[in-house]
């Protein structure tokens, strides 16, 4: 079985460019979880996602980001017009239910020059 | 701003010392959990605590969540070069969890 999984791992964007991040859950979990580690900094929640819903958004900013779990296929955390502060760490998580053990992917890398 | 705080930031323990992580929330904690993120690698959970006086191990690693579940603390025993990393606590808020900063463990061999 398969752990959670990310990719890519490292992803270089030009400034004003698009990132599309992905990240399939562990089998049979439907809520998947994005954080973002700036450098040096600790995790900061930025969306809850469950198929096909966003629970909880508080931590996405409002603009040039989203995040979509469609129905068939992975999570895509999609940031538009990139700026190099966007340059992170971005994790997913995914688990089976709410209140259930969340399980990590190795994390995407993003890095705005 | 972080909701769990975490202490100490960052910790430098010669191998074979013991040593304390601690993580506390200004609100009641329904799940705690410990992860242990590897320089440059993605989160490793360790523990899951939901019971206040709750304890668990894992070889070398013991949690416990305070009585108020206010708290929780990670000892490490006779800590080796393996256990270096940075440790995080999370909170389950019901809709999603929030982290602490994480604590910087350094160990000298």
């Known amino acids: 079985n398969a752990g959670v999984m990310q990719n890519p791992r490292h992803l270089v964007r030009r400034r004003g460019q698009e990132a599309r991040l992905r990240c399939s859950p562990m089998?049979?979990?439907?809520?998947v979880y994005w954080y973002r580690q700036l450098p040096e900094e600790g995790l900061k929640f930025m969306v809850y996602?469950?198929?096909?819903?966003?629970?909880?958004e508080s931590g996405m900013p409002k603009e040039r980001f989203s995040a979509e779990f469609p129905k068939e296929g992975p999570s895509i955390l999609r940031i538009q017009q990139v700026v190099r502060g966007d340059s992170a760490a971005y994790f997913c998580?995914?688990?089976?239910?709410?209140?259930?053990?969340?399980?990590f992917g190795q994390g995407t890398r993003l890095t705005v020059v | 701003s972080q909701e769990l705080e975490q202490s100490p930031q960052s910790l430098i323990v010669q191998e074979g010392k013991n040593l304390t992580i601690n993580c506390t929330s200004s609100?009641?904690?329904?799940?705690l959990y410990w992860y242990k993120q590897k320089y440059g690698e993605g989160l490793i959970f360790l523990m899951m605590?939901?019971?206040?006086?709750e304890e668990k191990s894992h070889e070398k690693i013991t949690a416990k969540l305070d009585e108020k579940k206010q708290q929780s603390s990670l000892h490490i025993t006779a800590s080796q070069p393996s256990h270096a990393g940075i440790y995080l606590c999370g909170a389950d808020r019901g809709n999603d969890m929030r982290f602490g900063a994480g604590t910087r463990l350094t160990v000298k061999p």
């Open positions: 998580a995914s688990s089976k239910g709410k209140n259930t053990e969340a399980f």
């Open positions: 089998k049979g979990h439907s809520h």
């Open positions: 996602l469950q198929k096909e819903n966003i629970i909880d």
């Open positions: 609100k009641t904690l329904y799940g």
């Open positions: 605590l939901q019971k206040g006086g």
